[in-house]
């Protein structure tokens, strides 16, 4: 899908997974290079979080491979100096503070305690840092999850669901931090249910629905017709259609 001038950091060949007789992701194949950035959509259900932990080496695959930077990521050592990730449906220790949540994640990833301060400062939640993060709004524990993500140095970016719960202000803000660091040289991958939300900032989609529907521009998807990208996508993902 990307310029093939451009290295992928994160290649999906062929990977899918089954549990028992449950295929929640089959045959799928796509890259990802920096730079640009590439909008994962999908319905809910679509197997979209399931692919987002291949990459993350948090489950293995039932054939094919995902890799980032080259390698496959068991190795949790491995895992986070490559990936910044931020998974949908991931607690918190909602007893602890703001801080001390990523003082933790700091010890955990090899990270000066001195990132702490740098990224609450990065996400807007550096007066909060002292707050406990049962206290936290939706917005406030979607930047904290960000925050964690943050932590070091890593080339890739891959965040699920980063909108649920976002106020507009909010959205605003993610869209801007994806932004520079797509622009920065970094790799991201954004996954999203709602297509309104990132239509406006990714710049290139994967659509997919069990296995990928649709890997390459706006421009491409939409091409002569008059109709719009809503419209093509809601075409590829409907549920009535043939698979």
């Known amino acids: 899908m990307p310029d093939s001038s451009r290295h992928p950091s994160i290649e999906y060949d062929g990977f899918s997974k089954h549990f028992g007789r449950i295929r929640a992701v089959e045959g799928i194949t796509f890259s990802v290079a920096p730079g640009p950035i ?120 891959v965040v699920d669901e980063p909108g649920n719960g976002l106020d507009p202000e909010d959205l605003r803000w993610l869209k801007q931090n994806l932004r520079t660091f797509a622009d920065e040289g970094g790799t991201v991958l954004v996954s999203s249910h709602q297509l309104a939300d990132f239509s406006s900032i990714v710049d290139e989609l994967v659509i997919m629905k069990r296995t990928v529907l649709y890997a390459g521009t706006h421009e491409s998807l939409v091409g002569a017709d008059n109709a719009t990208l809503e419209e093509k996508y809601f075409e590829l993902t409907d549920p009535f259609a043939a698979q």
Request: charged share 20%; net charge positive.
């Open 38 to 157: 590439v909008g994962f959509l999908g319905p809910n259900g679509a197997g979209k979080t399931t692919a987002l932990r291949g990459i993350l080496g948090l489950l293995r695959p039932t054939r094919g491979s995902a890799t980032a930077l080259g390698k496959p990521l068991e190795a949790p050592e491995n895992r986070g100096l490559v990936v910044g990730a931020h998974l949908d449906g991931i607690g918190f220790e909602t007893g602890i503070t703001a801080s001390r949540h990523l003082k933790i994640a700091c010890l955990a990833l090899g990270q000066p305690r001195s990132r702490v301060d740098e990224v609450l400062r990065e996400v807007d939640l550096a007066a909060l840092a002292r707050r406990r993060v049962k206290t936290f709004s939706t917005g406030m524990v979607q930047r904290l999850g960000l925050a964690t993500a943050l932590l070091g140095s890593r080339p890739i970016f």
